[in-house]
């Protein structure tokens, strides 16, 4: 069974850091491109941040810069390092596949408000 559980978020202030983690099951995790998504309501999700099974990386201009994006093969996990962190980063961030999304996991809300 596929399982995706992220954690690690939290309510911070502009500025500050977060990272968040995403634990995988059930799929062949280091043979995946995975990335991080985010969604607020009433809008679409946003894939940031990629990692190819090879670890090239890629980020989303709204993000790059701030983001890094790893990942732990042994440990089948997936983190997002945030920092400087600022009110339009709001949001519910996912992990998921980035070519076959699979069943998509709780999320994690970060919230970033003074």
């Known amino acids: 069974q596929v399982q995706l559980v992220e954690s690690g978020g939290g309510l911070v202030q502009p500025g500050e850091s977060l990272r968040l983690s995403c634990a995988a099951s059930g799929i062949i995790f280091r043979f995946n491109a995975m990335g991080w998504y985010r969604q607020t309501p009433g809008k679409q999700r946003e894939l940031v941040a990629t990692?190819?099974?090879?670890?090239?990386?890629n980020y989303a201009d709204s993000v790059k810069g701030r983001f890094t994006i790893s990942r732990d093969n042994a440990k089948n996990t997936l983190y997002l390092q945030m920092n400087s962190l600022k009110p339009e980063d709001t949001a519910v961030y996912y992990c998921?596949?980035?070519?076959?999304?699979?069943?998509w996991g709780q999320g994690t809300q970060v919230t970033v408000s003074s």
């Open positions: 998921n596949r980035v070519t076959t999304p699979v069943q």
């Open positions: 990692i190819t099974a090879g670890g090239t990386i």
